[in-house]
């Protein structure tokens, strides 16, 4: 079984366009999170949820919305496709055993937004 | 905000070799992790070390970390064609916020 799984793979669009990306994990984790790795290899977070609820948001424009429905899912929204969001998009989960501490984290296969 | 810096960002070596990488960071941490990214896929988890610690070990993978200096590197010793991916580091400060910089690209070479 896959740990963490998102879907699409690949996602090709047009500018403007609302696309949704959806995400689960099935490890029983309490934090998920959101990342966007652009085309030099640099990932970012954008996002981090515990239990459902929104702990880190990022600089990210509004244009992006998480939503997680349960703690084993966090899928992310994207309104008004621009060209600049095209990415490889990670999802992840991880337990934070403490309340300072980050522990070993999943990731899923990523998601290839191409907008044209 | 808090991540890591890897350093070099490209490593080409031969099979059988070690490959040393290395990461700095700004602030206090309680733990720096360790991951290898395979050409388009996610993420996997190598190593954790906690901040009282100095030296990790796990097979091949050697890490170390210097809290007096915010740095820490990831030793691969015996390098194989199969190490080639991207490891990254990220030191772990804030609760939920797990951040990681651009990566150190190593090519094994047969």
């Known amino acids: 079984d896959t740990a963490v799984s998102q879907t699409p793979k690949y996602l090709v669009t047009q500018m403007g366009n609302d696309k949704s990306i959806k995400c689960e994990q099935n490890l029983g984790h309490d934090t998920m999170y959101w990342y966007k790795q652009d085309s030099k290899k640099f990932l970012k977070i954008m996002f981090s949820?515990?239990?459902?609820?929104?702990?880190i948001n990022e600089t990210v424009p509004n244009r992006f919305s998480p939503k997680s429905p349960d703690k084993a899912h966090l899928n992310l929204h994207i309104n008004s496709l621009e060209l600049g969001d095209s990415a490889v998009y990670f999802c992840?989960?991880?337990?934070?055993?403490?309340?300072?501490?980050?522990?070993?984290?999943?990731f899923g296969q990523g998601t290839r937004l191409t907008v044209v | 905000s808090q991540q890591g810096e890897e350093d070099p960002q490209a490593l080409s070596i031969q099979e059988g070799e070690n490959a040393t990488m290395n990461c700095s960071y700004k602030t206090s941490i309680n733990n720096l992790q360790w991951y290898r990214q395979n050409s388009g896929r996610g993420l996997v988890h190598l190593i954790l070390?906690?901040?009282?610690?100095r030296e990790k070990h796990s097979g091949r993978l050697r890490v170390t970390l210097d809290t007096s200096k915010k740095s820490s590197s990831l030793l691969i010793t015996a390098s194989r064609a199969a190490d080639t991916a991207s490891y990254f580091c990220?030191?772990?400060?804030?609760?939920?916020?797990?951040?990681f910089g651009q990566g150190t690209i190593l090519t094994v070479h047969p």
């Open positions: 992840a989960s991880s337990q934070i055993q403490t309340f300072s501490e980050n522990t070993e984290a999943f």
């Open positions: 990220a030191p772990g400060t804030s609760y939920g916020k797990l951040t």
């Open positions: 070390i906690r901040s009282n610690e």
């Open positions: 949820y515990n239990n459902k609820e929104l702990i």
